[in-house]
């Protein structure tokens, strides 16, 4: 089947009514954003921003906060951050127009589902050239606003269809390891609530959008080969640990390592995968970015939720990039009675690291984060 109508099949089963709501997960998953907006509102240090009247306005704002840490939620299967481009939007429609928490989680897991979706179907000759979270997460937005404002199935198609030919998203923002990504959010943000308001009133859209040499397959390098749908809630998991999110299991390998080890290391090791040595060989970005800085401040702490200091461990820690899927981490520690190696292929969400996060923002449940959502600063309510 070409590409083209692989692509129209794979945008009409996503609008389908037809996905199993799993409202356990996205009770956490809310929480979780929530809580990453509460504690990047700090981090901004702004009293009340700036435009905050408005769904867009809003949703921006809350985009913004929720990723200012960099420990909004990833999806490990397509290399994206869905969480805090869908919940700002499923919150923010339904302050404005009332809707219960039960319609959020909807609207947010037909957001999830169609952000993973549409990632994979993109695939990896995309990822190399654009920001998959802008454009994958521009649908995913779309859609989640669709659902949230209540579109039928055909103003949802053309609602796409409008987002189609406006994405983008350069991966340079990643790159330069100075958090332009967050305003790459923004942007999948704003353009989807757009695209839902557009085809509201029937805004006139593109038919084709994939092919040609104006179509999406050729100009956003679109593999264009799996029709598979994805869940997109089942993928995702939350950042819990102190450093990004690349690191993460290495970090879980070297508190597995520092349990069971009781001599002083002579040294430790840290392995990455080889396809991540571009962005995270530590000369950008500060000791965030620097996983080697991060294995030796758990060495010292033994906490993966404060690995702000290193003054023992740093000199004898030592990052290495080998073959490895992305998400995974190795370390190895060398003592004067010999040498453990530990592989971790996807870091744990530990209840008390998760607590940790969530006690900082002072969340208590589900209900009293959506007020929480409806004024700013975010802890007015509390």
């Not at 997960?25 to 954003?33: A, E, G, Y």
């Not at 050239?129 to 209540?150: D, N, P, Q, R, Y």
């Not at 970015?289 to 401040?297: D, E, K, R, T």
Request: net charge negative.
């Amino acid at each position: 089947m070409p590409s083209n109508e692989i692509a129209d099949k794979v945008l009409g089963e996503l609008i389908e009514k037809n996905l199993e709501i799993k409202s356990n997960r996205l009770d956490i998953l809310f929480q979780d954003f929530v809580a990453c907006a509460v504690l990047g509102e700090k981090h901004y240090k702004l009293s009340t921003p700036v435009f905050t009247s408005g769904i867009t306005e809003r949703a921006v704002t809350l985009g913004l906060y929720a990723s200012a840490l960099d420990m909004d939620d990833l999806d490990w299967k397509v290399l994206t951050h869905p969480g805090s481009i869908i919940w700002p939007i499923a919150t923010s429609i339904g302050v404005e127009k009332n809707l219960s928490l039960s319609q959020v989680f909807e609207a947010a897991a037909y957001g999830y589902r169609t952000g993973a979706t549409i990632a994979n179907f993109f695939g990896a000759s995309h990822r190399s050239k654009w920001h998959v979270t802008s454009t994958s997460g521009a649908f995913a937005a779309t859609s989640t606003a669709a659902i949230a404002l209540g579109l039928s199935q055909e103003q949802h198609i053309a609602a796409l269809h409008i987002c189609a030919m406006n994405i983008g998203g350069s991966p340079q923002a990643g790159f330069e390891r100075k958090g332009a990504p967050q305003t790459n959010r923004a942007a999948a943000i704003s353009l989807g609530i757009t695209s839902a308001h557009a085809a509201m009133i029937g805004a006139p859209h593109v038919d084709d959008i994939w092919s040609g040499p104006r179509g999406l397959i050729e100009m956003f390098s679109v593999e264009g080969t799996s029709s598979e749908i994805l869940n997109g809630v089942e993928t995702v998991e939350l950042r819990l640990i102190d450093t990004n999110g690349f690191a993460h299991a290495a970090v879980a390998a070297a508190m597995k390592l520092r349990s069971t080890i009781k001599d002083e290391p002579r040294s430790i090791n840290v392995f990455l995968p080889a396809a991540v040595r571009g962005i995270l060989d530590a000369s950008r970005g500060g000791t965030w970015w620097n996983s080697a800085y991060a294995v030796a401040a758990l060495w010292e702490s033994g906490d993966p939720t404060n690995l702000q200091n290193t003054s023992q461990f740093l000199a004898i820690t030592h990052l290495e990039f080998e073959d490895m899927p992305i998400g995974a981490g190795k370390v190895r520690v060398e003592t004067s009675t010999g040498t453990q190696e530990e592989y971790i292929k996807s870091a744990p969400e530990e209840i008390t690291w998760r607590d940790i996060k969530w006690g900082k923002a002072e969340i208590i449940n589900a209900e009293d984060s959506y007020k929480r959502c409806s004024s700013f600063p975010l802890t007015a309510l509390r």
